[in-house]
């Protein structure tokens, strides 16, 4: 924010500083080792009185010079340079915080020059004991800056007490301190070896070369477990949450902490091999190998170490973009004009994705290139458009800490991410297309309200369900919905009957072989554990049958359907056809229509790539499957995305608890996982906070430009969206991880601490629910059945059980569902969406000819034979209707 940013673009994203550090690091420590080495060989050539030994350090000493004297110093001198026009605030605290420590350093680095230069020089002109002491003056003088220098680099990974007290030895003396001395001292050893590897082959004296190999051999050797006891002892002493990052949680870091030890390993095997009788050229092969070896070593370590500071440059100070957290505050306000360098201040239409460039390299450039070799950003990105890469940014920084937050205002992310969608990834502007939909056709039974004998009322008590559509890869619903039906005995006094009574369903046309276009069936034993025949549920229902008789009511539970007709195409609203007959007689006493509707409409392609499957207009496709799975696996350590691959397919509700009837499957182990609502709620709460019900359409088939319209409702109607019942996103989410959390689910907390509510003033305040068994209880706003204010909530106020949502509830007589009159979830009357009044109506379409609340209008005659007089038989003001 306060300096220019350095435009790199394809060499962006820290580039130059892997390069030059990591090479600097390799020598530098090479500088530390091979001082020992020097001294240590030359008091065993002195003592063995051998020429060809003193000839061989007398060259080594030259190239030792001029590699760490010469590129050593002029690296060091790149990382200065880089640093500071790359990371300008950062390197200026370091620089202000330990001003006396880098002095200190300086004037050692000063005297190794000079005192390298003696030894070098002095060779052939001191004496013996003269020249010893002038190569330990110069190894103590090496050791003495590494021990410097390692201090000002612990500190900036993990600076203890410092922030607090702002002491020098605080920082200095930091918790890393003394395990990153021994491990680089032990490494300095090791390297110390490698390169005596690559020098002592050229001694033209074969029993000097095999014994300076041997001793080359033994230094690394007896440092490699040092290397691997000292990289365990710095992983131990990290802040947990750094020390979780590294050893589970960054999947970037797994193979470096991997590459760690298999390279000590085999360098160690490399080393002994060397030592041993292999052909001269042969051997110099491998001393090259293994100084590329120990590159990779220094590189892994050195990764690891970076790596585990992100987000930080400097621990708790300065993020990774070289911004100071309080000079961010608030995160949310507007960025631009705040930062000193940007050309652009405000986001307008014209100009927002100049700004995004803007927002660009001062908030991502800094780690990610553009179409370079490091963290290109196209690799991150370029399977998704704006709106994905904006839920990117809206939880960055929140669950999974290893980059900063966003900083700036709403229009400023958007602006962001259409410069990274269109100006990087050149993908064009989305304009949405609404789904091709037109009013359904259905064939009403008639009913002659003066002769009608029986009336037969069929619903659905779970409204839309909503499922992925590609169980190939994954399954989070089976496949299917639950028809309901109520049978009255037109009277005086109307009778339900049940008794001596079948009622039988009929799927649709085109809707008999739901495995015909939906492979839910062919995997269903890798995903329920259960083997089905084609078109049957896991309930045993076909889409043809009978449905089962209750108490005062008739359901087919889990009946086969999907929105995939035989010949093609899409429709969300199969129409079956509920006959009731008489046991004995056969006799058809009533026929009747009701929806099973079913939905595949998820947009997960959103931010996990891929498209629709099916028309584009629904369907996960297999590409958007296999991207969920490979975040699933990348962020939970699973093998999902090879399970599928492999032709097992994953039911999500196998392993995370859900109470939804169409479940299919009972988890392993209910008690150890969030159930799956509040894991995928509490997740992608933290990516799609801020919004309002447009939110919701992403999972659930919602979108009004959408194939399914799933809501549709008369609150629909009168504008009251999702969030005036289930509140809005993150609202949502707390409330059902309050509920895990109280079941003692360690996973909900971690989850909701991104999240600060929107409906209560405190996450202490958000009300606790179970899914699908506590939802808004519809007379908090309907107090006594009456019309609510305009303002009116649901949210916060949950049925106390089951039996209290509106599903389940029945009117005061205990003989009808509330549903069999107002009409299914999501679907209450009148209902309406671009299929028409009559698929989304049939109830009071068919038995009143107009949409409606049965029985509305004062239409008591749909039931009752004779004119009612009015009052609150089955709620209290009914008569408004």
Known sequence: MEYPVWQLSAFGGGFWIVVIAVLHVYVAHF??????????????????????????????????????MVFGALSGVGIWLTISVLSPQATLMLVRTFVWGWATEWTFFAGEIAVLLVYYYGFDRLDAKTHLRVGFFYFLLAFLSLFTVNGIIGFMLTPGEWPTTLNFWDGFFNPTFWPSVVLRLALALLLAGLFGFATALGIPDEKTREDV???????????????????????????????????????????????????????????????????????????????????????????????????????????????????????DAPFLPRARFAKVKQVTPQNRLEAGRELYAMQCLACHSVGGPFKDIRAYTAHIGAAGVEAYLTGQGKLFTQMPPFLGSPEERAA???????????????????????????????FDAAAAPYLLIGFNSLGVVAMAGCDGSFSLAVPGNTLQAVLVKRDVMPEVVTKDVTVAYEA????????????????????????????????????????????????????????????????????????????????????????????????CFTCHGGGFAVDGETGVSADTAKGILAVHDKRNGTDLAERAKAGGPVACQGCHESDSPNAGVAPKDPKALLSLSAAVHGFHASYLSGGDARACGNCHPTAP?????????????AGIGCVRCHGYMEDHALSLLAHEKAAGKKAAAWLMAPLSPRAAASVAEIRPRAAWTQEPDCLTCHKDFTRPAQDASAFGVWTKDAAGL????????????????????????????????????????????????????????????????????????????
């Not at 080393?271 to 590159?295: D, K, Q």
């Open 213 to 331: 190999l041997r001793a080359s051999c033994r230094w690394v050797v007896a440092a490699a477990p040092v290397l691997l006891l000292s990289g365990f002892w710095y992983v131990g002493v990290l802040p947990p949450g750094v020390r979780e990052f590294v050893l589970r949680r960054s999947s970037e870091i797994a193979s470096y902490r991997l590459a760690y030890p298999v390279l000590l390993v085999l360098l160690a095997a490399g080393s002994l091999a060397l030592a041993t009788h292999l052909p001269l050229r042969l051997r110099r092969i491998l001393a090259v190998a293994l100084l590329v070896l120990g590159l990779g070593l220094v590189g892994a370590f050195e990764t690891i170490r970076e790596a585990a500071r992100k987000p930080w440059l400097v621990h708790g100070q300065i993020w990774s973009t070289d911004i100071r957290p309080s000079q961010a505050a608030p995160y």
């Open 508 to 603: 649709p046309d085109g809707f008999k072989h739901p495995s015909k276009r939906l492979d839910f069936w062919k995997h269903a034993a890798t995903l329920v554990g259960k083997r089905l025949d084609p078109d049957v549920s896991t309930t045993g229902l076909a889409p043809d049958g009978v449905m089962t008789a209750g108490d005062k009511l008739y359901s087919a539970a889990g009946i086969p359907v999907s929105p995939y007709p035989d010949a093609g195409g899409v429709n969300p609203y199969p129409v079956f056809t509920l006959t009731a007959k008489d046991a004995a007689s056969g006799e058809t006493l009533a026929v009747t229509k009701a929806v099973a509707p079913v939905a595949t409409e998820m947009r």
């Open 705 to 717: 430009d959408g194939v399914t319209q799933a809501q549709r409702d008369n609150h629909s109607a």
């Open 416 to 446: 962001l991410a259409a410069y990274v969608s269109e100006g990087i990834n050149g993908k064009k502007p989305a304009v949405p297309k609404p789904a091709e939909v037109l009013p359904a056709e259905v064939a009403l039974p008639p």
């Open 806 to 881: 509106f599903r389940n509830r029945k009117e005061d007589t205990g003989n009808i569902p509330c549903a069999a009159c107002h009409g299914s979830p999501h679907a209450t009357f009148v209902a309406a969406n671009g299929y028409g009044l009559d698929v989304n109506n049939i109830p009071s379409m068919q038995y009143m000819g107009f949409p409606g609340v049965l029985g509305s209008a004062k239409r008591c005659d749909v039931c009752h034979t004779v004119e009612m007089q009015g009052g609150d038989v089955h709620h209290p003001n009914m008569e408004r209707e």
């Open 31 to 68: 500088a530390v080792g091979g001082g020992l080495f020097l001294i240590m060989t030359e008091r065993r050539a002195r003592k063995l009185g051998s020429a060809p030994m003193l000839d061989y350090l007398h060259r080594h000493a030259r190239f030792f010079l001029l590699l760490t």
